[in-house]
Structures are given as C-alpha cells and as structure tokens.
C-alpha cells in the first residue's frame, strides 16, 4: 500500500490491499448480445443470448451481476416484468405477495410513439456458495398480447431515427 507524505501534491494508488482483506475483483466475465430479441409469451422465457457462465473460485467469493439492454413494446403500452436468473433459481426479487410476479422490474412502458425504447439496467450481489459453473441470465414476459422487444424499439422499425442497441450481461467474482 502506498503512503502519502506531508506536503507531497501526488497521490500514489493503493497497489494491494493488507492480508485478510476482501472485496478484491478475481475476475470479470460478460456477454454482449448485438441481435434484437422478442416475445409475447405471458410466462417467464429467456432472452436468448442475454446470459453469462462464471466458474467462482472459492464458495465464499461473491458475483456481482449487473445487466443493461433497452426494451420497448409494439403497441405504445405495454407491461414487460423482467427476471433474474442463478440458473434456475431467481434472484434480485423482493418477497411475494398476493398475485404479484417475482422479478427486478415490472414496468409500465405506455407512450404514443410505439417505436421508443426504454433502458433498463440492474445489479445484484450474490452468494452462489459454489465453485462449479454458474450461469447467469434474464428472462422478461409481456402481458395482455403484446410484443417486447430488447435491443430494439417496439416496432424495431427500419428508419434512420430509430437505434438497435447491445444487451450486456456482466458478472464479477468478488473475494469474501
């Protein structure tokens, strides 16, 4: 570890942490999915691509997950509810109540013009408990017929206004 000296106008970068110290980034995995995806489907389903494996190497290591990608619906309004995935088992979810869905996000998207997108983005500590490969992913549904798009607007129309963007997902292993 550096030291910073009396009267020195440089400040030097902490180069290690001390024996015994967590929070050390071990390594950094993340996916980038350049095609649109869509789906009407009312139940949960995967957005294809939109996934990562990270193999931790220690069970007390943490994964930070974050994922960003820009959504839409093709009718202007729209009620996409989007999860996060340990393999099968969701995380990032609060508790359940009534008829509620589990998810991160259950969101409104209600504008005239069908061919906005949204951005959306989350993170999520996470304690796997294992060393064995451990595949993070997302998955959305739509409601009441509509179609969501990920990394398009809603109608993904082909016009010089209109983006396409990427969808990342990236996991990080922590040390405990």
Do not use: C, W
Not at 125 to 143: A, C, G, V
């Amino acid at each position: 570890m550096s030291i910073i000296k009396p009267n020195n106008n440089t400040i030097s970068a902490i180069t290690a942490l001390p024996a015994g110290v967590g929070g050390k980034v071990l390594q950094v995995v993340s996916t980038a999915k350049v095609d649109q995806f869509s789906t009407s489907s009312t139940s949960y389903t995967d957005i294809t691509g939109l996934s990562v494996a990270i193999t931790p190497s220690a069970t007390s290591s943490k994964i930070y997950v974050m994922a960003n990608f820009m959504g839409g619906s093709d009718s202007g309004s729209g009620y996409p509810a989007f999860k996060m995935l340990r393999g099968s088992t969701a995380i990032n979810t609060g508790t359940l109540a009534g008829a509620r869905v589990d998810g991160f996000l259950h969101m409104n998207i209600y504008n005239a013009d069908t061919n906005t997108g949204m951005s959306i983005s989350t993170a999520f500590l996470d304690s796997p408990n294992t060393t064995s490969e451990t595949t993070y992913k997302i998955q959305t549904k739509q409601s009441g017929g509509n179609i969501i798009r990920i990394g398009a607007g809603g109608n993904d129309n082909a016009q010089s206004a209109y983006v396409r963007s990427a969808s990342i997902i990236t996991v990080m292993e922590v040390s405990a």
